[in-house]
Structure formats: structure tokens, C-alpha cells
């Protein structure tokens, strides 16, 4: 199983989801951040507009009275927690639901109940003065600052699905392609086996790179298995038309063996270039029955062959030459040799070893 996560993790379809993914997720980060940013200017705009907007329907009011009446009234309708109003009128009073104060933390805005309680968060806020005092209209920023929990969701729910998607079809991607690979590589072995008739089955699915390779490797095998055929046949040829001439030769020897003394040399070696045109002769008739059965003219008369009797037959006949050489021949067969399809022909001769 690790040894199959690890091919898979090693094919091309799955890392390049991998930098598919990887390059998705950049582009995505650097356009949710761009948006966020634009989406928070965009709101501190709209909420310093309101501020001006708030401040000017407040210097509409006559005089620092007016104004005071003014903020009380709408402080009393305000929600702390979101707009903060305070007015300081010419005679040091504090009106509206809140306070600034400043220390070595900086400002703080200060509840004008009796608790004096602190509010927690952030303010936008816009001071002026007005009719002789102070007046500062703050704004919660939580909606802002919400926007990062927003954007966080809107990452989470878009990429987070989009990365998984993308790496499964890598993955099932990977696994088909490891597959078409396979296929590719069990013909290869074939073909280096010698089974020139390996071919590649290019599916339907393939992609096209992999079935141009597949194709390309079929040529390639058509070729190669043309070239054998067509050395095997100028082997055949050749053992052919030799074999004419090698029986004339016999038959040259033979008349020339009439002619010499029996027990001369040149009796023995007319016997002996006999025996060497004979064993010549076996040879090109073997390549000749080669060449039929790798064409499949001789299958038509093959039968079943017990190699145990055809082990035998050798040992029978090889076994006098053997002895009188000093050598001796020992059979020794399994209980379970298999029979085999072929010819009972046999050809070949003893040599000492």
C-alpha cells in the first residue's frame, strides 16, 4: 500500500494538481485580501460620511443649548455599542451617553452612567468644535472588523472544497495514468522477452500523449518483427540453396572414396570430410525446420512428444560412442515430465567434452 502511495504521489497527473492547487489558492489569498482591503476602505469611507453627515445635522442647531438638547435626545435612542455621542457644552457639563478620556494608553470611551463602565472595541470618530464647546460623534468599528471573519468563512467555504476537488481528480487522474503506464510497461517486457507480436491496446480514455507513445511503440514492434521475419527468412534461404550444393559434394566425396585404396589416409580423410559435409548438411536441414515451425507451416503435423522417450532414444543412441571414448551417459528423468507438442525429428551428434 505505501509503495502504491508513493508511485502515485511520484506521477505527473498528481503534482500537477498539486501546482494546480498550490497556484489556485495563491491567486485566490491574494484576491480575497485585495477584496477585504477594498471592502474595508470601502466601509471607513462610507463610515466617516456618515460622521460628517451626523456633524452637520448637529451645527444646524443655534446655539450650545440647542445642541446640548439636541445630543441628549439622540444619545438616548443610541445604542453605545455602535455610535457614541458627547457634547461639552461652553460651562464644562458632559451631555450625551458617553465620554473621551485620554491616558497613557490613549483615548477610552467612557459610560456617563454612574457605573462610569468603559466601552470595549474599536470607534471611528470625528471631533469639532461647536457653539463654544466640544462636540465627537464615534461610530463602532465592528462591522469592519467583522469583514475578517467574513472573508475567513467565504476562504474556508470556497478554497477549502475547490483544494480537495482538484486533488481527488489528481488523484483519480494519477491512478488512471499509472494504469495506461502499466499497460505500456507489460508490452515493453513482452517485446524484450521476445514476443515480437506484443502490441500496446490504446483505450478509448487514453489521453493523447499516452496513445501517441503506444502508437509509436506498435510501429516500432511492426518494424522490429519485419526485420526478424525478414532475416529469419534470408536465414532459410540461404540454408536452402546451400544444401544442393552440399549434396553434390557428398556425392563428389562418395565417388572419391570408390577411387582410393580402403585402408589409406586419403580413405580416412575422404571419411572424414564425409562425415563433417553430413554434419553440415543436419545443420542447414535443422534451420530449415526451424524456419517452418516459427512459420507455423509444420504445426499442422505436430503430435504429442514424450521428452522421457526422446531422452531415452538419445542415451541409446549416443551411449556406444560414449564408451568407446571413455566416457559414460546416465539418464535420470522426473516422475513428472510433461508431454509436449511437436515432431519426433531430432538431429545433432556426440562430441567429447
Given at each position: 500500500m505505501t509503495a502504491r502511495l508513493a508511485e502515485l504521489w511520484r506521477s505527473m497527473p498528481l503534482r500537477l494538481a498539486l501546482l494546480l492547487v498550490a497556484l489556485f489558492t495563491a491567486v485566490s489569498l491574494l484576491s480575497l485580501a485585495a477584496s477585504y482591503g477594498f471592502t474595508q476602505r470601502s466601509f471607513e469611507q462610507?463610515?466617516?460620511a456618515d460622521l460628517r453627515q451626523d456633524l452637520a445635522g448637529f451645527r444646524a442647531a443655534p446655539n450650545a443649548r440647542a445642541v446640548a438638547a439636541l445630543v441628549e435626545a439622540e444619545s438616548r435612542e443610541a445604542d453605545p455599542?455602535?455610535?457614541?455621542?458627547?457634547?461639552i457644552a461652553p460651562s464644562g457639563r458632559i451631555f450625551g451617553n458617553g465620554a473621551i478620556a485620554r491616558d497613557e494608553a490613549g483615548f477610552h470611551i467612557i459610560s456617563l452612567d454612574r457605573d462610569r463602565a468603559q466601552y470595549d472595541g474599536a470607534y471611528?470618530?470625528?471631533?469639532?468644535r461647536l457653539h463654544g464647546g466640544i462636540i465627537t460623534i464615534a461610530r463602532s468599528r465592528a462591522e469592519i472588523e467583522a469583514l475578517g471573519g467574513v472573508f475567513l468563512n467565504i476562504l474556508l467555504i470556497s478554497l477549502l472544497p475547490t483544494a480537495l476537488i482538484a486533488l481527488s481528480g489528481g488523484l483519480v487522474l494519477a491512478r488512471r495514468s499509472k494504469r495506461h503506464?502499466?499497460?505500456v510497461g507489460r508490452a515493453l517486457d513482452r517485446m524484450t522477452g521476445g514476443d515480437l507480436g506484443a502490441r500496446v491496446v490504446v483505450g478509448p480514455r487514453w489521453s493523447d500523449d499516452l496513445a501517441q507513445i503506444g502508437g509509436?511503440?506498435?510501429q516500432m514492434a511492426t518494424a522490429q518483427e519485419a526485420s526478424v521475419t525478414a532475416l529469419k527468412q534470408v536465414s532459410s534461404d540461404i540454408a536452402h540453396d546451400l544444401k544442393t550444393p552440399l549434396q553434390r559434394v557428398a556425392l563428389q566425396l562418395e565417388d572419391l572414396e570408390g577411387k582410393v585404396p580402403p585402408d589409406s589416409e586419403e580413405a580416412e580423410l575422404?571419411?572424414?570430410t564425409r562425415a563433417e559435409v553430413a554434419d553440415m548438411g543436419h545443420v542447414f536441414q535443422a534451420l530449415l525446420q526451424l524456419a517452418q515451425v516459427e512459420a507455423g507451416s509444420a504445426r499442422s503435423r505436430f503430435a504429442p512428444v514424450d521428452l522421457a522417450q526422446v531422452c531415452q532414444t538419445l542415451v541409446e543412441v549416443y551411449d556406444p560412442s560414449a564408451g568407446d571414448s571413455g566416457h559414460r551417459l546416465t539418464l535420470e528423468i522426473a516422475a513428472d515430465v510433461p508431454k509436449v507438442r511437436g515432431t519426433g525429428l531430432?538431429?545433432?551428434?556426440?562430441?567429447?567434452t
Open positions: 462610507a463610515m466617516r455599542n455602535r455610535m457614541v455621542l458627547s457634547y471611528l470618530s470625528l471631533t469639532d503506464v502499466e499497460v509509436k511503440l506498435n575422404v571419411a572424414r531430432c538431429w545433432g551428434r556426440w562430441s567429447r
